[in-house]
């Protein structure tokens, strides 16, 4: 039955169903056990299916993620939490050098169906380390997926499929999404892991996004339709794979495209996208993909971050200069 | 082949029996460890406080702790620890010339470990799970991984050639001490299993500096982990010497973590086979994780991209070759009759016979097909691994015409 919930009660809800329904899923990671992690996420989750399940560890996130994937080779099936986006680069090497890799090392003898949840992104008002977008980072690794869901059913869903995948799954939570809430139904059909959604349709131009710029991506949609442009918002859901044939297909619709996220622009997702978008629909491109992004600086201070962020203007202003063209 | 039976069939020791005796064991579980382990750490680190069975001069000598755990070690198995050790070095001469001849792109010997590698390998039994660095050749052997199979990845025709679970014997891990947390991990899952199987991790004294070694330390003392973390020290990283690597003897580091450490002569196969069973022993009875240092010398190159003459000396090399692993069983083999002429004549024919099939697997094996490249990299696919594969095909079919490419 449907019920309206917050995205951080929908991962907590996903991840006990998948403790529910085999015993190999363990939850793993700092603090994920009395205090239910940091954002709560895992709340309630070592009460009831123990210590041996639901793991406090050591403050070590190689640690972490290495043994995850002995854990992962012995027949478990691991999601681990790394506490912070700008946390997760100790475990960087073991992710990158084992996790990713170990399948094809081994000609397909071994699986590795580890998750690793990384709360992600600005806009919290945070220190430092803890409002970082590192995706790219980690699409760029072949051997690892990567995904972001946007609401609490998605969220919900995605979660589902990514611990149900034979392959290591990195699972980017919007942290500044946690509290929205949205209607989550445990009996419906849900969409394919890695395929985009289109989440508003339009013709003047395409928005896409995932995770936490799929909201203001809608908003900029809003704000657009008062001045008579009607705006298609995609919702990418996964960063790796990349749905192409989804933002293609909107393209050839649109003729514009302007992708959001919080990551750097420079190397990031949105850089890809522009660059296989353009190969793929050269003839029907009215206007050279846009981009919209963080700066190659380091994610500033609080006081400074929505000059960072995207927003609502920023994401405008890009809007603009495409149809301009 | 085996000697898994000798000391199996020992009765099981208790932690609090083996307390009080003499050896280079850092202890932390039981009042009379602390005494000892004052005693060890004041000695000076030049003074190595070796646990040995075997002298260089392949004199048996006794120890009050260990002799348990190779006390009915047979001729017969004796022989084959010998025999190990000699194809096993065979293997690796082969591997070496043929690298010297183009037929590998590089190789690690693991020329002077033949002891520690074998006497730990044989100290396994078959449920047990091994992780190794790149150079566990001898483990490789006692483990049953087929020789040949090591050397596809340093022919370049494949990342790892063997079924990991087929021997319980992971991939080699070239990232240096990356294994030591999987291994930590595995042996947690083992816990969580309620099996009675240990886990052994590989590395050397290089890796003892890296992170993800002291973390699982950590993992593995809080957890309780059934793992052994098998260090062997064979002096040089390269080019770096221990002293680059620790202010300590690396045993010590255990105490640490709150688990036993204990310096074993490497050289000494027996030694190595007691002290692995001994702390393999441990971790099956759920007391946790071991550290054994196994205090070797690598007698060739790091690999055969190096150049040993650019930072250590012939004396060296020299002294140590005088504690040859193998020549000390050898000696010991003879002096109490328990091989005669024939049966090192019979191994001298086998290894001949092992160095040709090695030598003609390699030259034998196929480079991959072309299209392996994209196979495996994920398990449940992946769509842009399918347009490029789909892109390569088209490109490389573009030179059909011109009578294949």
């Not at chain 2, 504690?323 to 004549?345: C, M, Q, T, V, W």
Request: proline share 5%.
């Amino acid at each position: 039955m449907a019920e309206k919930m917050a995205m951080a009660k929908a991962i907590n809800e996903s991840l006990r169903r998948a403790l529910d329904a085999d015993p190999k899923v363990l939850v793993m990671g700092e603090d994920v056990g009395k205090l239910g992690g940091v954002f709560r996420v895992t709340d309630g989750l070592q009460k009831d299916f123990g210590e041996s399940r639901v793991i406090d560890t050591p403050l070590a996130e190689s640690g972490i993620v290495g043994t995850a994937i002995g854990l992962a080779l012995r027949g478990y099936r691991p999601v681990v939490e790394i506490q912070f986006d700008g946390f997760v680069f100790p475990a960087y090497d073991q992710i990158v050098t084992q996790l990713a890799k170990m399948h094809a090392r081994s000609l397909g003898k071994v699986k590795l169906p580890v998750v690793v949840r990384i709360p992600y992104g600005g806009g919290i008002g945070a220190v430092e380390h803890h409002s970082e977008s590192p995706e790219a980072l980690f699409a760029h690794v072949a051997g690892l997926k990567v995904v972001s869901p946007s609401n609490a059913s998605d969220a919900y869903w995605m979660m589902q499929q990514a611990i149900q995948s034979d392959d290591p799954v990195i699972f980017f939570e919007p942290k500044r999404r946690y509290w929205d809430k949205a209607e989550v139904d445990p009996e419906a059909i849900p969409a394919p892991l890695h395929k985009a959604r289109v989440v508003r349709e339009g013709t003047d131009l395409t928005l896409a996004a995932y995770g936490p710029m799929v909201k203001l991506c809608q908003e900029v949609a809003d704000a657009a339709a008062e001045e008579g442009k009607h705006l298609e918002v995609l919702d990418l859901r996964s960063v790796s794979p990349l749905d192409f044939d989804a933002i293609q297909a909107s393209v050839e619709k649109t003729r514009r495209l302007v992708v959001v996220h919080e990551a750097p622009v420079f190397f990031g997702s949105g850089a890809e996208i522009a660059a296989r978008i353009t190969e793929r629909c050269f003839y029907h491109l009215e206007a050279p993909v846009l981009r919209v992004g963080g700066y190659h600086a380091p994610y500033p201070p609080a006081r400074l971050e929505e000059e960072y962020l995207p927003d609502l203007d920023r994401v405008l202003d890009a809007v603009d200069r495409s149809l301009a063209y | 082949m085996t000697v898994e039976s000798s000391a199996a069939r020992k009765p099981r020791r208790t932690a609090a029996g083996k307390a009080g005796t003499t050896g280079g064991k850092t202890g932390t579980t039981g009042t009379k460890r602390t005494t000892r382990t004052t005693r060890s750490t004041a000695k000076k680190s030049t003074d190595p406080d070796l646990v040995q069975l075997l002298t260089p001069e392949g004199k048996r000598v006794e120890h009050a702790e260990y002799d348990a755990y190779v006390a009915g070690i047979t001729p017969e198995e004796l022989r084959g620890l010998y025999r190990d050790m000699v194809l096993t070095r065979r293997f690796d001469a082969e591997a070496t010339a043929l690298q010297r001849q183009g037929e590998l792109g590089l190789w690690a010997s693991l020329l002077g470990q033949e002891a520690a590698q074998i006497g730990s390998g044989r100290a396994t039994r078959p449920d047990d799970y091994v992780f190794p660095t790149y150079r566990e050749h001898g483990v490789a052997w006692c483990r049953g991984v087929d020789p040949t199979n090591l050397l596809g990845m340093f022919r370049g025709v494949n990342n790892g050639g063997w079924d990991p679970n087929g021997n319980n014997f992971h991939l080699y891990t070239i990232v240096i001490g990356s294994q030591a947390l999987h291994a930590t991990g595995y042996a947690m899952g083992i816990a969580k299993d309620g099996a009675d199987s240990a886990v052994i991790a590989y590395f050397g004294d290089g890796a003892s500096s890296q992170g993800d070694v002291a973390e699982s330390f950590t993992f593995s003392a809080v957890y309780n982990a059934p793992v052994v973390f098998f260090c062997q020290n064979n002096q040089w990283a390269i080019s770096e010497p221990t002293e680059k690597q620790t202010r300590v003897p690396l045993y010590q580091r255990a105490q640490g973590y709150g688990f036993p450490g204990v310096r074993v002569d490497g050289n000494d196969v027996l030694a190595c086979l007691a002290v692995t069973k001994w702390a393999l022993e441990r971790a099956r009875n759920g007391e946790g994780p071991t550290l054994v240092e196994a205090y070797t010398y690598r007698m060739g190159a790091h690999t055969t991209s190096d150049d040993p003459t650019r930072y250590r000396g012939d004396e060296e090399r020299l002294a140590w070759e005088a504690k040859d692993p193998i020549l000390r069983l050898h000696r010991y083999l003879e002096a109490s009759n328990h091989a005669d002429e024939g049966f090192f004549a019979e191994l001298e024919a086998e290894s001949e016979a092992l160095g040709k099939r090695v030598r003609e697997a390699v030259r034998a094996m196929p480079d991959p097909d072309r299209f392996a490249l994209f196979e495996n990299v994920y398990a449940d696919g992946h769509a842009l691994v399918d347009e490029e594969r789909a892109q390569f095909a088209a490109y490389q079919a573009s030179f059909a015409d011109e009578g294949g490419h």
